[in-house]
RNA sequence: UCCCCAGUAGCUCAGCAGGCAGAGCAGGUGGCUGUUAACCACCGCGUCCGUGGUUCGAAUCCGCGCUGGGGAGCCA
């Protein structure tokens, strides 16, 4: 859609400009136009400084409007927050903070931001600001955000774009408890005030799909069945975990990105992990420039260099058992004893991408024992062919696994870890009828985002985080 | 779900060996200035999270609850 600035007191045709392109601008392009949010006013004698920002870019643009203005009281009067169309010349600012500004001729208030806005011309805390979500997109730091995560999406795509990846749509519905991992949503239309019974059970045969169905917590085995049909695929969607889970780094509902890659072993899907990692972070470094500086100044001092150390620095990789004897060399550090068979504490994978290499590292070849149905089972028979990815700060941004093609070994794992081979029979076929290796992971859109801006809070790189209790907005 | 910490003005926070509730910012008024989270002066601002209790007296001490944060588990 076309912003057409109402002209009719100057008698011209003036089209709107977004502050990015204005600010960009190698030279004046002489009479323009500008729709936005008053960030700032700073009153001189016979002028005003007005800031006004349209959330294109980080950058806010200086207005410059005077006594001679019709409206000059009302403008004198306008208060942060306030939405304003202006228009006037584009000319050099003598100021040193900025290249150019506006010298007002005209400007229009929208609608005026009472004085209780919330947004005051200061720092806020992340808690406070979570609590009024629907106005912090329009701070410094939430936009910059948002809009990176707008730029890293479109990298995602890029990057499996470039290599011939199809890019897939998996069911948000679910009717299989896929993995059996973690706490599923249910989803139902039944009346929960009185469902329909049966024997003193819910009868789910009344249910919209005639058997109980949820939300899903994974695109993956679904994913599968498109890679063993179009080659390498890949899903970019919501995923959801009722899980009561209380950390700066889980949410209910989080955006996940998994590839599956047929013909493709442990290696090439570790290789692939490394790629995109490397890919994406070197994409934000080149065009979000201007809003990951305001991360680098005011939320991670370290940004900078920790992610050139990413897109520089090949991947350590290491065995799970070779992690364990690193681990165990380390005296009255850790509250979780490391063994073989156990999985790694969060304590442990921050220790190995920290402390001791310093950098990201991809841990392959955990036991079985603690790994799901899918995962290829390794000549040992005591590992399988799974990988993490671990950041510091972060800790694991990636798990993926070479999948277990073999029917029968994949029939037992499903047996042994009380599994319904009958509900996965789907699944199953695609191991009877021309099964292939083949490797995938997930990566966690929102960690990367933390991994990317700095910030602390998997809550505060998502517009409208859910998290239990919270579902406002 | 478990462990720890916190909740005081619109916001950020001080006050807490129990004794009239404070500052900065924001807001208002005036001044000054091509200013940069501008500056100077003055003005107003409170369910001290809720609820029981101890006490002559509780923001301050104790119990319970709610909310938020940090850590853990689960994982992305």
Redesign the pocket.
Known sequence: MRFHADNSTLGEKMECIKVKALLSSKESIGSVCVKGWI???????????I?INDGSCLENI?V?ADTNMENYETIK?L??GSAVSVRGEM?P??????AW?I?AKKMDVFNTAP????L????????????ISHLRPRTNKYGAAFRIRSELSFAIHQFFHERGFTYIHTPIITGSDC?G???LFQVTALNLENPPKNNGHIDYSCDFFGKPANLT??G?LEAELLALALGDVYTFGP?F?A??????????????VEPEMTFCDLKGDMDNAEAFIKYVTQYIVSHCGSDLSLFARFVDKTLMPTLENIITTEFIRIPYKEAVDILSGVKDRF??PVDFG?????????FLAETHFKQPLMVYGYPKS?K?FYMRVNDDDQTVAAM??IVPR???????SQREERLDILEQRMTETGINLSDYWWYLDSRKYGSVYHSG????????MMMLTGI????DVIPFPR????IEF
């Open positions: 960030k700032t006013r700073r009153d001189a004698k016979t002028f005003s400084f800031e200086q410059i009067k208060t942060t000319a600012s003598p100021g040193k903070e900025q500004e010298h004085e209780d806005y919330p005051q011309k200061k720092r806020h805390s992340d808690e406070f600001l979570r609590t993995e991992a973690g706490e917590v994974s993956q995923t975990r899980e009561d889970s209380n950390t700066s780094r889980h949410m209910a509902e989080f955006w996940m509250d979780y156990s999985d790694l504490q969060t304590e442990h994978e921050r603690i799901p993490d990815v972060i800790g694991e941004i990636i798990g993926g992971y997930g990566v966690g859109f929102e960690r990367l602390s809070n998997i809550r998290t239990p209790g919270n």
